[in-house]
């Protein structure tokens, strides 16, 4: 049974070694690839290349759990999250530094599905899954968001007084080492009954199974849209800002208001979307989304700014917890972090394709016209589920709708 201890452990561990994981990421990395003498081209790949392992090893790790249990997966991920650090002060060119973002990205790809189907698979266990999932999906996300958050921040602190990113490193070791406490005290629960298939059946039915549940391609193509918004975002806006006449302290004030309210926002979105429905809440949070983005470009003012920030924050809030409490309705639990490997691997592409995308929109028209373009997407999303929801009331309109779709009884 996972009670609130559980939870709290695992998300214990999943804040400490994200935080050192983002601490890390920026702005220790491009610092330290640029000493070894990486070009701009050679930087931009060591940065994502831990984005592009995740596209193609979170549903493979996510199978493994399902088939071998969580607990062995998450003490693996968390023991290359505490290891790799170490192995950063040895690397001596571009080319290492390469091999070794690749590796530590495997971190990341077992993480990712393992801790998310641990939530989902251990509330429901305790029985009450459906009355409070999108809530509990919103605490654990809060402490993976607190990691994006203070990672930056205190990483830049120990630069000024350590200098040497080497040094950094290994501290970011010693901190991640400490996640392995509360994931040596979790519960090694056993995975989930399935027949007596060989590693190739049961492969093949996890697979099948996730991309003939609906509610999966629905959720993870709700949050690559919004994630298409967010690293347009974060990869313009302050080349947006130089060219309106805006502070870049603004720009930074932005990002960390959009992520403190999305932080402190998410259980309260998970709350209502368990209360009012998935579908309408997710809906109602990428219409918020869409106006933020869409008022971008008409902003000089840095208060509009941050309002906007916060509306922006406040609008994943209530999409994540709901887009992923709508796939843990449906899926099939024999299979739980194969899909939610397959929603993290739709999610890791829109962080690729969203520079992408707005780069071709910006060189096509204008910053504007890249926002405009983005807030459109997100509108369209949200009308396709609101008319999704629509036309299951109008199909069953003396059935009670307590969550994103109709529960069979």
Known sequence: ????????????????????????????????????????????????????????????????????GRWIWLLTGTLLFAGIPFLYPWVTTPKELLILRLIHGLATAIYGPVTIAWVIEQGQQQGNSARNRAE????????????YLL??????????????????????????????????????SAPAKTPCFTLRQQTKSAFQAGIKTPELWLAGSLECVVYLGIYATKTFLPLYALESGISILWVGLFFSAQELFHLIGRPFGGR??????????????????????????????????L??????????????????????????????????????SLKNSAKVAGPILGGLLIN?????????????LLILWSLVLLLNLLSEKTINPKRKYSRAFPVNT
């Open 1 to 68: 049974m996972l009670g609130i201890h559980g939870l709290l452990k695992i998300s214990a561990a999943d804040f400490i070694v994200r935080t050192a994981y983002q601490m890390g990421k920026t702005p220790l990395l491009p610092l330290f690839a640029a000493s070894l003498g990486a070009n701009a081209t050679i930087l931009g790949l060591i940065v994502s290349v831990s984005t592009l392992t995740g596209i193609l090893l979170k549903p493979i790790f996510g199978f493994l759990s399902d088939r071998w």
């Open 136 to 147: 509990r999906l919103g605490w654990f996300g809060m402490a993976r968001s607190g990691g």
């Open 151 to 188: 990672g930056p921040t205190i990483a830049a602190a120990l630069l000024l007084v350590f200098e040497e990113p080497s040094t950094v490193f290994t501290l970011i070791g010693l901190l991640s080492s400490t996640a392995l406490l509360p994931v040596l005290l979790l519960k090694n």
């Open 272 to 305: 209502l979307s368990d209360r009012l429905g998935y579908l309408p809440v997710a809906a109602s949070g990428m219409l918020l989304a869409a106006i933020s983005l869409g008022l971008l470009p008409l902003t000089n003012s840095p208060l509009n700014l």
């Open 307 to 344: 309002i906007l920030a916060i509306s922006f924050g406040l609008s994943q809030a209530l999409i994540f917890p709901s887009t992923l409490a709508l796939f843990a309705e449906k899926m099939d639990t024999r299979h739980t972090g194969t899909g939610a490997g397959m929603i993290g």
């Open 364 to 376: 096509w028209q204008s910053f504007a016209w890249m926002f405009w373009s983005m807030s459109i």
